[in-house]
């Protein structure tokens, strides 16, 4: 590799590449930067009255034009008409929906913004065991990407490292925040694992020695976890003084039933071998993908295992699969008892989170169940039913306001949102970017 001279010092052809996406990603910083700044609510000041709208609890109860009532970031009523409190700021909202704020599982949301460039990316760490990595404190609660998805009434997110057997820990976060201690909602709770499958081998002359290969490489995964696991069971039950380790020190919790497991797998015979190891070990894990669960939902039944659906606006998982399978997996999985929530790959498509649960609507399940797998289904699997996921006295006060059907992606009108009560700023990269060519080509005389 040919070296050339820079500030007295050599460095590799390659590398200029990385200074030129390093000084794209600041120039693209600094164009956003130009925009109008974004800041986090101040905490809620007085009572707010929602009135005359359908609200939609979230558990399947929807009250037509009813009352929504919450002080200090709490709900304090949902339900008819009520006398409202002296001193509350009354929204009118007749003829509108409102919402529990939509959450958003297993996100690299804030641990990644510029794909192309590797140091803006910090959802992966080097190895294969990284148990002890808090995806929490590398989360940025800057990134452009957040506002664009409160636009569309998600208001929580867990945010989920990725890559290695065990990636490490997921955080529930709120999304309208300072930094990353402010938005802590759930701190660590639950270790991510990635279960060892076999990829697709080559075709040719090497195919049968690939698979072999693959396979081999399979087995000594799941026996290398297996061993793992074994180790961190016993140190979580060793008492007195002992030398610590951070790895086994972070699946004590497991083990306390106080952190959860979040073992991704999508294929049938995966899905098996991973509760049955899992189940030996005492976890009862949270299955994340099940692109094939609807195969084996008797096991999820058996062992009460919720599952959080790889996104529907997608491929089957399968090349043989009926083509429509994304959209009723969730129906399928619903009718056979098992509780789902919806997930989708990667930061971007986040935002479409709302029109996965409206298009599995469309596929048969009932319209407030579809809106429960983003709303109280994840707060059940995420653990955090205790404080939002339905509108119900006595929970934080995540709300969303909606011209029409959230679930719909012409009704999806966001018009005001609340997290924990406080009014947040609902404008985005995107709106501000629409502003700006309508007052160019003269669709509007405001700047």
């Known amino acids: 590799m040919r070296n050339i001279w820079i500030n007295n010092g050599f460095i590799e052809m390659k590398s200029i590449i990385n200074y030129i996406l390093s000084a794209a990603t600041i120039a693209f910083a600094a164009t956003a930067g130009a925009q109008p700044t974004v800041y986090p609510a101040k905490p809620q000041t007085q ?6 709208a ?9 009250i037509e034009d009813g009352t929504l009532l919450f002080e200090d970031g709490k709900i304090t009523y949902a339900g008819e008409s009520t006398t409202i409190p002296s001193g509350s700021l009354t929204i009118d909202a007749s003829g509108k929906h409102v919402y529990p704020g939509f959450i ?8 990644v913004e510029v794909e ?19 995806s929490l404190i590398a989360y940025n609660t800057d990134s452009k990407v957040i506002n664009t998805l409160r636009s569309n009434g998600i208001l929580l997110a867990q945010i989920t490292p990725q890559d290695g057997l065990i990636s490490g820990q997921s955080s529930v976060v709120q999304l309208d925040a300072w930094n990353w201690e402010d938005a802590a909602y759930k701190v660590d709770e639950g270790i991510h ?41 016993a140190y979580s039950e060793l008492t007195g003084n002992y030398a610590s380790n951070p790895r086994f020190e972070a699946f004590k919790a497991v083990f306390s039933g106080d952190r959860q497991i979040y073992v991704h797998a999508n ?19 949270v299955l994340v993908g099940g692109a094939e669960a609807h195969l084996v939902v008797e096991l999820l039944n058996d062992n009460g295992i919720p599952v959080i659906i790889r996104q529907s606006h997608s491929l089957p998982y399968s090349t043989d699969a009926d083509v429509y399978l994304p959209y009723k997996q969730a129906k399928l999985l619903t009718d056979a008892g098992v509780l789902v929530a919806y997930g989708i790959d990667g930061f ?8 996965m649960a409206g298009t599995a609507a469309a596929y048969g399940l009932d319209k407030e169940q579809a809106l429960a797998t983003i709303t109280s289904n994840a707060a059940k699997i995420l653990g955090v039913d205790d404080r939002t996921g339905t509108i119900e006295v006595g929970k934080d006060a995540n709300i969303i306001i909606s011209g029409g059907d959230a679930l719909d992606m012409l009704g999806n009108r966001i018009e005001r949102a609340f997290i924990q009560g406080r009014d947040i700023n609902l404008d985005d990269l995107h709106k501000q970017l629409l502003e700006r060519y309508e007052y160019k080509y003269g669709l509007t005389d405001e700047r």
């Open 104 to 111: 958003a599982p297993n996100t690299n949301l804030g641990l």
């Open 193 to 233: 694992i990635n279960w060892p499958t076999v990829r697709g081998a080559r075709f040719g002359r090497d195919a049968a020695a690939d698979a072999e290969s693959e396979k081999d490489r399979v087995q000594s995964e799941i026996s290398l976890l297996n061993d793992y696991l074994r180790e961190a069971k």
């Open 348 to 355: 971007w498509q986040q935002r479409n989170l709302p029109f």
């Open 116 to 134: 192309s460039v590797r140091a803006t990316i910090d959802y992966a760490e080097v190895g294969e065991n990284n148990v002890h990595v808090r």
């Open 54 to 62: 359908t609200i939609h609890v979230g558990n399947g109860k929807v």
């Open 47 to 52: 009572p707010i009255a929602v009135t005359g």
């Open 267 to 285: 294929k049938a015979t995966d899905i098996i071998s991973a509760v049955s190891m899992l189940k030996r070990h005492g976890i009862r894990p």
